[in-house]
């Protein structure tokens, strides 16, 4: 297993879980809206970062939209299993710029930064599928 990967695991781990669903979804849409925004100011500078960023933009609001939580849209995914596509999520954007092309180039800073904050939010959060439901539900 890669360093970044024990590392991810570490903050996954050992973090109080104090994130509900209601704030991760938010954080969620957040994230959206910051890849989206990385594409654009990296349309200019690098193609390759600029789509990895597009890409990484709809992926979460994909699984975002799909998910069992008050932020949901169509709850398809359980927010557990939101827990466990958010895992691979955080370590994915370490491999980005690599998969992509652009590892060397400054755009990566900005995917590893995320894969780090990804994998803290993931570790803080409480991904108790009945506590979602219960506040989608209530909403």
Known sequence: ???SNKALAVL???LPKVIGPRAHGN???LHVAAFALAGLFFWKRNKKAAVAAFATSGAVLAESLLT???LGVKPV???ETHGRLDQGLAAGA???PHVFG???EPEAWFFRANGVL?????GMTDFDSARAHMERLAA
């Open 1 to 3: 297993m890669p360093l």
């Open 12 to 14: 996954e781990n050992h």
């Open 27 to 29: 954080i969620d849409y």
């Open 68 to 70: 069992d939580y008050p």
């Open 77 to 79: 995914l359980s927010f």
């Open 94 to 96: 370490m491999a980005i």
């Open 102 to 104: 652009f590892a060397g």
């Open 118 to 122: 990804e994998a803290a939010v993931v």
